[in-house]
């Protein structure tokens, strides 16, 4: 016998309000990959899109997705390099290598006689210099259930910097060259312990900062461009 509700009781039913599905913005070119339809399965909503920048942005965090190969190749054309830089303009960023689980990173013929060891210091530059967290992951399930616990995860409400200590004169001063491309610490430091001071840097010939910098000196000429 079917139940019927009784109009003259005091209770009301319970209505179930609908939790809105969290949405992840997907760069469309990510279509032909599985990770997505296992987002939808694990009940996130999907908007497929044109992202100039990483394939998947979720809980504010931009994520590059490669397979192996395709870091592999990457690497190698130096496309990588370009996607890096365009990555550190975002605060929360993440690279994911894809397919651990059928392909070995360190040894494949799409290396095409890379050493293993300069992939791995590779991938330490990216972690350490650049400052992108980088995640191996076994397959697109792998894949989505690492995006799916970022989606839970609560941004910080304290700005990531307040934790940094403040920058002696001297760190500012190198920090002020470093700004420039191609320019790390290292030099940094020989231009400032040669040069004094950023005048006499900015001010130097080109000869001269050749002797340290070589073909990287011509960064300098951006001090004669017009905005």
């Known amino acids: 016998m079917a139940n019927f509700h009784n109009i003259f009781s005091t209770k009301s039913p319970r209505i179930k309000k609908e939790i809105p599905k969290q949405k992840i913005l997907v760069d469309y070119r990510e279509k032909n990959s599985l990770v997505p339809s296992q987002l939808i399965a694990q009940g996130f909503e999907i ?117 940094k200590k403040t920058l002696n004169k001297k760190e500012q001063l190198q920090f002020i060259l470093e700004s420039f491309q191609g320019i790390g610490p290292k030099n940094a430091k020989k231009l400032l312990e040669k040069f004094q001071n950023l005048k006499n840097i900015f001010n130097a010939q080109k000869k001269e900062l050749e002797e340290i910098l070589g073909k990287k000196a011509e960064i300098f000429e951006l001090l004669e461009e017009k905005y």
């Open 47 to 163: 908007e497929f899109k044109e992202l100039k920048i990483g394939d998947y942005i979720v809980n504010e965090t931009v994520i590059e997705r490669k397979t192996v190969t395709d870091f592999h190749q990457s690497m190698i054309n130096r496309h990588l390099f370009n996607q890096i830089e365009e990555l550190k303009q975002y605060e929360n960023k993440l690279i994911i290598v894809e397919g651990l689980e059928h392909k070995e990173l360190y040894n494949d013929y799409n290396l095409k006689g890379i050493n293993a060891n300069a992939l791995r210091g590779f991938i330490l530059s990216i972690t350490l210099k650049h400052k992108i967290p980088l995640i191996l992951s076994k397959n697109p399930q792998d894949t989505a259930k690492f995006i799916e616990i970022l989606s839970k995860k609560k941004q910080k409400e304290m700005p990531l910097n307040t934790t």
